[in-house]
């Protein structure tokens, strides 16, 4: 009997990314064939975002595309936790489902397309089937978000934060480590809060005792003996005590953290804590504490109710904080979103311009912030070659998102490789590196 096959588009965050590697993962195991074209799928499942107006967009023009294209659609992911609307939308759907639902997916693909078989475990690869390079993984900790941040839906979408138990989070990426993995981007929607909903309940994980706590979940992934990196680390107080874990080598010297913006005006309105005074004292200490630490963060230009002087004062944070990497939006309305409501909306030629402005003082940042990296020696990853070079990151830059680290002379490295380079040159976004012999 022919397999039955099940086409599979995988939309947004790291997040998303990790449902459709549990959702895929569990259409291998009950024998169904993952498509890479919509003809030859049955069924075609469509894993959508809705962090952002242009996320939402292009979720639901990839929902057009299928239906076009092959007509049998399930939708799930942050989008589908609007089901009527969607469903009013596209009438023709097979089924629609929310966030973090990989069984109500499989149900609905069961009901449209049953298995030619029983499950059969065998049929997987070590540590499930995986969107990302075999040496790198997501590992996702948590569900959900507790904070009520006025530009965002998410936790309206996936609901409140729900931490994973520790012993599985430990299990999983054992598995992981042991399928060949040798970096882990820890990931959640607050990364930070891990924990706090089971108030850091003490849990035994393979024969000692573990807090479910961020700091003694990072100590007990680094004793893994692999790069351990953490993103969407919301600026709570305590997150100073993984400093100390990253100048000890528990966890790769590289933080994500979301400012989002430094006037507290503006943050106030958002709902986001913190000032610019306070976090420019913290990232001094950071550094003072770890000088090889890289920082990442995001911010939101534009937002209703941003003054041109609160602008300007932003721009000059930028400068002061000498911030490594930088994403940065223009605030766009996305339907839900309480900050929709908020008096003085910035006109959208000012939001676009304002991002404008800032991109460009953040390049020349970071620009400086690379060129001092020239002459040092460090140890990389590689990702994969271009023509005529290996692209590798350190633990400055993380995949996908961050800038990479072309060596010119890595004839012979294979992907998943760790390697001593130098750093012989820089540019706006990407390090140049010789192999250290």
């Given at each position: 009997?022919?397999?039955?096959?099940?086409?599979?588009?995988?939309?947004?965050?790291?997040k998303?990314?990790?449902?459709?590697?549990?959702?895929?993962?569990?259409?291998?195991?009950?024998?169904?064939?993952?498509?890479?074209?919509?003809?030859?799928?049955?069924?075609?499942?469509?894993?959508?975002?809705?962090?952002?107006?242009?996320?939402v967009?292009?979720?639901?023009?990839?929902?057009?595309?299928?239906?076009?294209?092959?007509?049998?659609?399930?939708?799930?992911?942050?989008?589908?936790?609007?089901?009527?609307?969607?469903?009013?939308?596209?009438?023709?759907?097979?089924?629609?489902?929310?966030?973090?639902?990989?069984?109500?997916?499989?149900?609905?693909?069961?009901?449209?397309?049953?298995?030619?078989?029983?499950?059969?475990?065998?049929?997987?690869?070590?540590?499930?089937?995986?969107?990302?390079?075999?040496?790198?993984?997501?590992?996702?900790?948590?569900?959900?978000?507790?904070?009520?941040?006025?530009?965002?839906?998410?936790?309206?979408?996936?609901?409140?934060?729900?931490?994973?138990?520790?012993?599985?989070?430990?299990?999983?990426?054992?598995?992981?480590?042991?399928?060949?993995?040798?970096?882990?981007?820890?990931v959640?929607?607050?990364?930070?809060?891990?924990?706090?909903?089971?108030?850091?309940?003490?849990?035994?994980?393979?024969?000692?005792?573990?807090?479910?706590h961020?700091?003694?979940?990072?100590?007990?992934?680094?004793?893994?003996?692999?790069?351990?990196?953490?993103?969407?680390?919301?600026?709570?107080?305590?997150?100073?005590?993984?400093?100390?874990?990253?100048?000890?080598?528990?966890?790769?010297?590289?933080?994500?953290?979301?400012?989002?913006?430094?006037?507290?005006?503006?943050?106030?309105r958002?709902?986001?804590?913190?000032?610019?005074e306070?976090?420019?004292?913290?990232?001094?200490?950071?550094?003072?504490?770890?000088?090889e630490?890289?920082?990442?963060?995001?911010?939101?230009?534009?937002?209703?109710?941003?003054?041109?002087?609160?602008?300007?004062?932003?721009?000059?944070?930028?400068?002061?904080?000498?911030?490594?990497?930088?994403?940065?939006?223009?605030?766009?309305?996305?339907?839900?979103?309480?900050?929709?409501?908020?008096?003085?909306?910035v006109?959208?030629?000012?939001?676009?311009?304002?991002?404008?402005r800032?991109?460009?003082?953040?390049?020349?940042?970071?620009?400086?912030?690379?060129?001092?990296?020239?002459?040092?020696?460090c140890?990389?990853?590689?990702?994969?070659?271009?023509?005529?070079?290996?692209?590798?990151?350190?633990?400055?830059?993380?995949?996908?998102?961050?800038?990479?680290?072309?060596?010119?002379?890595?004839?012979?490295?294979?992907?998943?490789?760790?390697?001593?380079?130098?750093?012989?040159?820089?540019?706006?976004?990407?390090?140049?590196?010789?192999?250290?012999?």
């Amino acid at each position: 009997m022919k397999s039955p096959r099940v086409g599979f588009v995988s939309l947004g965050c790291p997040k998303a990314l990790v449902d459709s590697e549990r959702i895929l993962t569990q259409l291998r195991a009950e024998g169904y064939v993952i498509s890479d074209s919509y003809t030859d799928a049955s069924v075609v499942v469509v894993n959508t975002c809705g962090f952002i107006q242009a996320a939402v967009e292009e979720s639901l023009e990839a929902i057009t595309e299928a239906l076009d294209e092959n007509g049998r659609v399930i939708v799930t992911g942050c989008l589908g936790a609007r089901d009527q609307e969607i469903l009013k939308r596209f009438p023709e759907l097979v089924a629609v489902t929310g966030p973090e639902s990989a069984e109500s997916v499989m149900e609905a693909v069961r009901m449209e397309l049953p298995p030619s078989h029983a499950p059969f475990q065998d049929l997987l690869p070590p540590g499930g089937i995986k969107l990302t390079p075999r040496h790198y993984a997501y590992l996702k900790i948590a569900e959900g978000c507790n904070n009520s941040c006025t530009f965002c839906v998410i936790p309206g979408m996936r609901g409140r934060l729900v931490s994973r138990s520790i012993h599985d989070i430990i299990d999983e990426a054992s598995a992981l480590v042991d399928a060949g993995v040798k970096e882990l981007l820890v990931v959640s929607q607050d990364t930070a809060a891990y924990g706090a909903d089971v108030k850091y309940r003490t849990e035994l994980t393979r024969g000692r005792p573990l807090r479910s706590h961020i700091t003694d979940l990072t100590r007990a992934l680094g004793d893994l003996d692999i790069w351990v990196r953490l993103h969407y680390v919301y600026p709570y107080p305590h997150i100073d005590e993984l400093i100390p874990l990253m100048s000890e080598g528990f966890v790769v010297p590289y933080l994500d953290v979301p400012f989002q913006h430094c006037v507290p005006r503006v943050l106030k309105r958002m709902k986001r804590p913190a000032n610019a005074e306070n976090n420019l004292a913290r990232i001094r200490m950071w550094r003072s504490l770890c000088p090889e630490l890289t920082i990442r963060s995001t911010f939101i230009v534009g937002f209703p109710g941003e003054t041109e002087d609160e602008f300007n004062l932003l721009l000059e944070f930028l400068t002061e904080a000498q911030l490594d990497r930088v994403g940065c939006f223009a605030y766009s309305p996305i339907q839900g979103a309480t900050a929709n409501d908020l008096d003085n909306p910035v006109p959208e030629e000012v939001r676009e311009e304002r991002l404008a402005r800032f991109m460009a003082v953040q390049e020349e940042v970071s620009a400086e912030r690379l060129r001092r990296r020239i002459g040092q020696t460090c140890t990389v990853l590689t990702d994969g070659h271009s023509e005529s070079a290996v692209l590798a990151r350190s633990a400055g830059e993380s995949p996908e998102i961050d800038g990479v680290v072309i060596v010119h002379d890595g004839v012979g490295i294979e992907p998943g490789q760790f390697v001593d380079v130098r750093i012989t040159g820089s540019d706006n976004h990407d390090l140049y590196a010789q192999q250290v012999c």
